[in-house]
């Protein structure tokens, strides 16, 4: 990511929020995003939480730090927690890459844990990756609408996410994936050519 060109406006934010709020079809929201905001215009830097199911705001409320502020934001279902610069820390919790710092802004997706896999057994674990990976792949998506990159992380200490940044003292959440958003560097090493280009 170029931390230089990475700022984006509340807008661009808005509207990647926006395009992830729904699940798979048919089924509940069970994936909560937790997001660094690094450079986002109107935001101040800080740990933000996109409820996309407000049936888990009581709990998350009570199993998150007591510290956290919970304020509300200009995007429905935002909270702000914490007013910090979290650009080493997310660095840090992403096995040390540039990419989780130097964008607008990058998350983890704390997913609903113990309490779905002891109620739907073993296989609900998949399905809650699934989710994942379809936030991922709309967020993914959209950024390319918007003129901006993103890329998942695959690589992430999640105790340090889970017990140090978030407060959890269990696994009723965890935090099972991570994203970042911003400018991408462009590779000139690697040739592009135009899509759907005709050949002679």
């Known amino acids: 990511m170029d931390k230089e060109k990475s700022h984006i406006t ?19 929201n069970t994936v909560h995003l937790a ?14 939480l996109h409820v996309r199911n407000q049936k ?9 730090h007591e510290k956290f502020l919970w304020e509300k934001t200009a995007f429905e279902n935002l909270y702000l927690l ?3 610069d979290f650009t080493q820390a997310s660095k840090i919790i992403s096995c040390n ?5 130097d964008g607008a802004f990058s998350l983890g997706m704390l997913c609903r844990y113990s309490e779905e896999l002891l109620t739907s057994n073993a296989h609900r674990y998949k399905e809650l990756y699934w989710e994942c990976g379809m936030i991922g792949q ?5 950024a390319t609408s918007l ?13 340090l996410m ?31 050519a135009p899509p759907y280009q005709k050949k002679d």
């Open 162 to 192: 889970n017990v140090n940044v978030l407060g959890l003292k269990n696994n009723l959440y965890q935090s099972l994936y991570h994203f970042t958003l911003g400018r991408g560097y462009v590779d000139s090493r690697i040739q592009t």
């Open 97 to 101: 890459q540039d990419i989780a710092a």
């Open 10 to 28: 509340q807008e661009q934010f808005h509207t990647l929020l926006r395009t992830v709020d729904c699940s798979l079809k048919g089924k509940e």
């Open 56 to 64: 888990d705001l009581t709990q998350l409320k009570k199993e998150l």
């Open 138 to 142: 709309q967020l993914y998506l959209e």
């Open 82 to 84: 914490e007013i910090a």
């Open 147 to 159: 003129g901006l990159s993103g890329t998942g992380i695959g690589c992430f200490l999640d105790d």
């Open 35 to 48: 997001i660094f905001v690094h450079r986002v215009e109107e935001y101040m830097q800080g740990l933000y």
